[in-house]
């Protein structure tokens, strides 16, 4: 269904045939369509990375099934190629309840990824919305109004399209997909497709964020965030990383060390992230922090930080500056990335006038 979703909606934003085509039949649809799209004009491509843009992509897909039907039925009708098969993929009852259940489950999650892909991401805090996220997973499992709300939507959308409810073909021995001993399609669809993919977003969010709860506990080790370290909370960080540091007394005792020399310090002045405390910390003099703190850094709670920087590459490096050099292409991006460094320009004309000779005197 995702694959689905994502070939059709670069195929209308990449071909103007087709996108002119999505907004005649937006432009003619009827007003709660447009009032569901909530002011978008088209349809919003699926990122395979972010989460929160899934969500978004498979909403807009959703508020826009009659009118992407339409645009395909059109285009069809004009010999386009691809949008026979399109048509042919979405127009599926079972495509219609992945759709639905999906764009339910992941819009629950949305808050949680946005805040994870944010700079100054707390990872404690990022632990408990995690918690408060599969609660509500789990509360919404053992709801049956929740299952018969999602599965009334998508029978709804399919009548619109003259579609019955129905479940895949069944087997004796079925080794390719779920072949549950389930005639009903709506316990079919909650027990092959609901129930297994809320199971499969819990474990996941309990194996990536709750299980390491502990380890992230040393984010308390940033000087700003000293009033955490409880001595409950010392004993856990110790438990989480005592493979790679010395004995719980050893860190109790560098630890009040630690807080008494960050005490002597002005608020303005003190880190408040793992990689400036990271910089600051003196391996000889604090030895076990400066190891907590470089393990937790190796094992972010998102790859947003990392993203961000490969955005900036594509941005720099497009087709048109295909021939770079590496040293060009580094100077660039370091000028892209870090703008907010307060730079001299006298020292830069300094060091280009002192790197060669000059035919024009650049120093007064």
Known sequence: MMGIVQDIAFAFDYSAKRLNAFATELSNCDENVKEAMEKRSKLTTLCETRWSARADSLFTFKSAFPVVVQALEYLRDNRDEKAGAYLAAILKFEFLIALVVAEHILSVTVALSNFLQSKSCDLIEAVGESKVVVQSLRDERNDPAVWDALYGKAVEIAADFELNPCTPRRAGRQMQRANHPVQDPQEYWKVSLYYIFL?????????????????????YLVPVKLQGLTPDNIEKIYNAYNDDIGTLEQLQEEISRWKTRWSMTMLDTKPKTLHETLVTTNKNLYPNISTIISVLLTMPASTATAERSFSAMNRIKTYLRSTMGTDRLSALATLHIYRDVEIDRQNVITKFASVKGRKLNFLL
Do not use: G, P
């Open 199 to 219: 199971d499969h977003l819990v474990q996941e969010l309990e194996s990536r964020l709750i299980q390491s709860e502990d380890r992230f506990l040393a984010e």
